[in-house]
């Protein structure tokens, strides 16, 4: 089980973001449709807009571990758990991918 990735555009271009590799990543298909022009999200706990993990800038490890063996992604931070939330990062379909890839021992990441 896979999923299909495009190339994302952290800051859309939709609000002015430019088409220049800072600025780039790859995303899944459905997340970066459920990212749709956003750049911040609302923290599930506080309520407050948070700005939303960027990928060239940040570090995963800073704002994120794996839960449960890998199967959930626990947002660490305030952006953790926004970007999260938001990009509804804990979905059925993610969390069944990533219990296949846990079986085939490709996930989580041995870094």
Known sequence: MGTLLNVDHIHPRS????TVLENLCLACWDCNLIKGARVDGIDP???QIVRLFHPNRQVWAEHFQWAEGGLYIAGQTVCGR?????LRLNRQQLVV??????EMDWHPPHN
């Open 97 to 102: 991918s990533r219990q296949f890839w846990i």
């Open 45 to 47: 706990l506080t309520e």
């Open 82 to 86: 926004t970007t999260v939330a938001t």
């Open 15 to 18: 609000i002015g973001g430019k």
